[in-house]
């Protein structure tokens, strides 16, 4: 049995609507071992992006902990998460969230921008992380230059340039064509296969799903291994 | 750092039309700021420019009644006393009364002497004072009606009747940038011979006596010392110093000036309204990013830059120019309304009036939406819910 990265412990969250409590998730405890590929699944409102958000130490929980590689994140203050994500969790989402007056290029080296590398470390990484996208001649290219499978692929080597262990996405195939989402698939399995990373990817997509490891269903807020009897 | 200066630098070209606008808006309203602000400089320029170690006596009813000319000797006697002279308003007219400009008759060598910022070389000087006749008028208001040195001018008198013939025998500069180049003097000695012939009730009379003494600290004691001497005498007098002379000119139209005043602050108040409203919605359409910015780790440091700095390029921008179209504004005022604003200079404080009126427009502009970006939580902000 591997080692799990990502442990959840009876984690809750509710979202306040002016007089309302909105609970979004229920309760939940799981674990995500070291080099998974899992994903969430569910409908559309089920809490998936709130769980994946928690996750990734970008929203906080109201009860339960997130032990993730030995940190509590649940106790870390505002900057301390900040920093942690900097280090640890590479993101992808939907809609790319590529910096529209920056270039490809420029949009990988931005999380590096943190770091202690020199210029030429940043264009190291920057480009080797174009490489394994196979975006090495759009370098120059502004998003709004790029289709949306292009710009998909400079955000997944956004998110890999810091070598994070962690990667998380929110549905990185909602927004494209089967040809692109296919391309997308085949770079995360990579990335899980070839880089080792521990990949946590919420998805609609059965299609996608199928590539995962390891398939969780969340159903108004409750985790299930196996989808409840809607015709998902 | 550099990364910052670039994304700042290119997102000011994402609305391009937009910012060239905010940049204008910013512009214009500095200028006229700039340009009110010089209004009341200029009206307070008699009292600035007055100098301390003056003073100007009167009569204490008021200042359309003259005094015995036979004053002078007794003003001369009272301690402190340097030298005295003494001037009449002569009021007169050059063809037209839309060509106003101000002439005294003066007693010349007292006067030049009491004021050294009034610079003549030395022939122009003694020509002036060989001939009774003469007048000397200040190079702005020479240029003004292409006067130059010989030419005759026809004034006619409003207080005095009739058409006085002049010979201008000199034209002064002023000494320092603020010295008013547009009044016209001559001899009180021509005014006073044609009054005893026509009036001579009122024949050795002067409006005010222009006093200059040793030590300016004891120009209380001086003027009170003058005062006295004349009081429950017929024509009593008031002595003040110049500044305060002056300033009673200015008092009559101090309600102009804090209107002016007034309206200098609505211009930029209202500019302040305009670019935070601009930078609102900038910050407002740009949301996700922050909320991206944030998730890759950027803290409020980094944020508070970027709309910072976004602000400030922007306001900058504008003010810069306004301050630079302020000056060519000047000279036009100064060319086309000299006749009520002798001199029109832009001061190096109503400059740095300017920039910190910039400052604080961009300063403003900035905070407001900074403060939402910086407390919009990242998962709201990715899901676009502001
Ligand atoms: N900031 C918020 N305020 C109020 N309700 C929210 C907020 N964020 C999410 N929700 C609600 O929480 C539920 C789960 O949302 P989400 O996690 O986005 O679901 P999913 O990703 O599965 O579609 C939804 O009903 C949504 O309306
Ligand atoms: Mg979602």
């Known amino acids: ?232 | 750092m550099t990364h910052l200066l670039i994304l700042i630098y290119r997102n000011l070209f994402r609305h391009k039309l937009r910012t060239f606008l905010t940049i204008l808006a910013v512009a214009v309203a500095i200028l006229s700021f700039g340009i009110l602000r010089t209004v009341i400089d200029v009206w307070y320029l008699g009292v600035e420019v007055a100098s301390a170690n003056r003073l100007v006596t009167r009569n204490a009813i008021s200042l359309i009644f003259s005094l015995p000319v036979s004053y002078r000797e007794k003003i001369m006697s009272v301690d402190g006393v340097k030298s005295v002279s003494y001037g009449n308003w002569f009021g007169g007219i050059y063809i037209d009364e839309k060509n106003f400009f101000p002439n005294f008759a003066i007693e010349p060598k007292g006067y030049l002497g009491l004021y050294p910022e009034l610079v003549l070389n030395e022939k122009e000087k003694i020509d002036f004072f060989k001939d009774r006749k003469s007048a000397i008028v200040g190079e702005k208001l020479a240029k003004r009606f292409g006067w130059k040195i010989g030419d005759t001018v026809t004034l006619k008198g409003t207080i005095f009747q009739g058409n006085w013939d002049f010979t201008i025998r000199g034209i002064y500069k002023g000494r320092d940038k603020n010295t008013d180049e547009t009044i016209f003097f001559f001899h009180w000695d021509y005014l006073n011979e044609m009054v005893k012939k026509t009036m001579p009730t009122y024949a050795d009379q002067t409006g005010f006596f222009v006093i200059g003494i040793k030590d300016a600290s004891r120009a209380g004691e001086i003027s009170q010392n003058i005062d006295s001497i004349f009081k429950n005498s017929l024509a009593e007098t008031i002595t003040e110093t110049e500044k305060a002379f002056n300033m009673g000119f200015v008092a009559m139209t101090e309600a102009i000036v804090v209107v002016i005043e007034l309206v200098s602050y609505i211009v930029i108040f209202i500019i302040m309204a305009v670019s935070a409203n601009t930078m609102a919605m900038t910050v407002r359409e740009r949301s996700n990013e922050y909320a991206v910015f944030k998730t890759l780790g950027f803290r409020t440091i980094h944020l508070l830059g970027l709309i910072f700095g976004e602000s400030f390029l922007i306001t900058m921008s504008g003010c810069l120019l306004g301050i630079a179209l302020s000056f060519p504004i000047a000279d036009l005022f100064s060319a086309s309304l000299s006749e009520f604003f002798p001199v029109f200079n832009i001061s190096m404080q109503t400059i740095l009036f300017d920039v910190v009126g910039g400052c604080l427009i961009a300063l403003t502009a900035a905070v407001f939406p900074s403060i939402k970006a910086i407390n919009t939580d990242i998962a709201n902000g990715l899901r676009k819910l502001i």
């Open chain 1, 1 to 232: 049995m591997k080692e799990p990265v990502v442990s959840i412990k009876n984690i809750c969250k509710a979202y306040q609507k002016g007089s309302e409590t909105i609970p979004v998730i229920h309760d939940i405890t799981f674990d995500i071992i070291d080099g998974d590929f899992l994903s969430l699944m569910g409908p559309s409102g089920s809490g998936k992006t709130t769980l994946l958000n928690l996750i990734a130490g970008i929203d906080k929980p109201d009860c339960g902990e997130i032990i993730v590689s030995g940190i509590n994140i649940t106790r870390l203050s505002e900057s301390e998460l900040s920093r942690w994500r900097a280090i640890n969790v590479g993101f992808i989402f939907q809609f790319y969230n590529l910096i529209p007056v920056l270039t490809a290029f420029e949009n990988v080296e931005l999380p590096l921008l943190l770091s202690p590398l020199s210029k030429s470390q940043r264009r190291e990484h920057v480009i080797s992380a174009l490489r394994v996208v196979d975006l090495l001649d759009r370098i120059d290219h502004k998003p709004k230059e790029l289709s949306g499978g292009q710009q998909q692929r400079v955000a997944i080597a956004r998110a890999i340039v810091t070598d994070p262990a962690i990667i998380v996405a929110d549905e990185p195939t909602g927004d494209l064509d089967r040809k692109s989402a296919t391309d997308v698939l085949n770079l995360m399995t990579r990335l899980n296969d070839e880089f080792g990373k521990t990949i946590i990817m919420v998805t609609h997509d059965m299609r996608a799903a199928k590539r995962a490891k390891t398939i969780k269903y969340l159903d108004k807020g409750y985790l299930n291994d196996s989808p409840a009897n809607t015709d998902l």
